[in-house]
């Protein structure tokens, strides 16, 4: 009997797994209905054996797809052999990961973490002992910069330079030293700059915010300003890096070069969270030890899976083809011209479509899109992103691109 009444209100073993996790799950995401057990490459299926192509790659940490063979054999091997030491040792492969990060980014030194967020962290640590050691601001007086709109994480001091109501409320209080300008503003950015100015910190093209790509030429602004002003310039592309916007990094569209860099998500090749902080040896030679650490940071497992995730982008060339199928999918998209599109805007496989909050919200796009195979996720009320597995095809990008004309056709006929 009890059986026919869970039959009766859980009509799929989807749904009733969904509810089963809602009892011992905190309620801190929101997430779309589905449940899924198993992922290749550009799909994953769920419980039912359905389908999905996933244009989302859990927010570029997937850029690889999902368990690339290379990455997950590199995995395997190392797993076996020495997975966890924490720093208090030398390992044979901290070093060649680190050196291949300063060889792609082009910078000194590197620190290993594990999530984003710590990075970040690390990142207003350098940035702030910088400002003491060699810039000489007076103690506890450095401030840094940060755009309105940013996203850099979740810990306490990351969200209180949040401009997020929702990021914030009920976690004060907050750590000061932070100030918030418009993104994108290069003036407004020049009059907040003080003699304690240590660092501007950006993404060079917001995510979280909605895909939000400044004007040609703002990163060579925010050098310039910087350089100008003695102020370091920190970019996180904990997103945006690692080939998602059609270079290695979305610095080098304009041809310049950070003081310090901030990487995650897919430096961890899509099957552990491995993330750094890189910059010249002028911020990055202050740390001493003592001065930061953490257990798991550098472990020889992470190191192996994030030299073969660097590698393995390198060579089989997934860079270029996040600039090809970037530019075709943004091209497509922007043809569309539905009325309830209101802008599509992004760089490479990072795409972001703007639906107009009048007619429809991007909740629902993307629980369409979902009920039809294509995976994607909304953020903030109005814009639904696109950033498959840098490994897509033109024909899986076809599929979306069906799927996405299909579902707005029929929510434009339900208007
Ligand atoms: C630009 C940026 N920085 C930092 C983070 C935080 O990364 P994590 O969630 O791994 O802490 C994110 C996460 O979305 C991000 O997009």
């Not at 994953?44 to 999905?52: L, P, R, S």
């Not at 990455?71 to 050196?99: C, W």
């Amino acid at each position: 009997m009890l059986n026919n009444l869970i039959k009766k209100i859980f009509k799929t073993p989807t749904e009733k797994a969904i509810h089963h996790e809602s009892q011992f799950v905190a309620y801190n995401y929101k997430p779309l209905p589905v449940l899924l057990t198993r992922a290749e490459g550009v799909y994953a299926w769920d419980m039912e054996g359905k389908k999905y192509l996933d244009m989302m790659s859990a927010y570029s940490a997937v850029s690889f797809g999902h368990s690339n063979p290379r990455i997950v054999n590199v995995l395997i091997e190392q797993a076996k052999k020495l997975a966890m030491t924490s720093r208090a040792y030398h390992t044979d492969k901290l070093g060649p990961f680190m050196e291949k990060l300063c060889q792609v980014t082009g910078l000194d030194l590197a620190l290993p973490m594990n999530t984003g967020a710590e990075a970040v962290e690390t990142a207003i640590k350098a940035a702030r002992q910088w400002g003491y050691m060699v810039k000489k601001i007076p103690e506890n007086q450095a401030e840094i910069i940060v755009a309105e709109g940013n996203f850099h994480g979740r810990t306490t001091t990351i969200i209180s330079f949040s401009t997020e109501p929702d990021y914030r409320k009920n976690f004060g209080p907050f750590t000061p030293g932070f100030k918030a300008v418009p993104f994108g503003d290069i003036d407004v950015i020049a009059k907040a700059i003080t003699p304690n100015t240590c660092a501007v910190l950006f993404e060079p093209i917001q995510g979280e915010a909605g895909i939000k790509v400044p004007y040609d030429g703002f990163l060579r602004d925010l050098r310039k300003l910087c350089d100008d002003n003695n102020v370091l310039l920190i970019m996180d592309e904990v997103q945006s890096g690692l080939g998602r916007t059609g270079k290695m990094f979305a610095f080098q569209h304009e041809n310049i070069m950070p003081d310090a860099l901030i990487l995650g998500k897919a430096l961890g090749g899509g099957l552990l969270p491995v993330s750094a902080l890189v910059g010249t040896k002028e911020v990055m030679g202050l740390f001493v030890p003592g001065s930061h650490g953490s257990t798991f940071g550098g472990n020889p497992l992470a190191c192996a899976v994030g030299l073969e995730a660097l590698t393995v982008m390198e060579e089989e060339d997934m860079v270029k083809n996040s600039a090809t199928l970037g530019e075709y999918m943004l091209t497509q998209l922007r043809g569309m011209n539905s009325r309830l599109i209101r802008e599509v805007r992004g760089k490479g496989l990072w795409i972001g479509v703007d639906f107009d909050p009048k007619y429809v919200s991007a909740r629902t796009v993307c629980e369409k899109m979902m009920e039809k195979g294509v995976l994607s996720k909304e953020t903030h009320e109005t814009v639904v992103r696109f950033a498959p597995p840098l490994t897509i095809t033109r024909a899986q990008i076809d599929e979306a691109l069906t799927v996405v004309r299909e579902v707005v056709r029929e929510l434009e006929a339900a208007l």
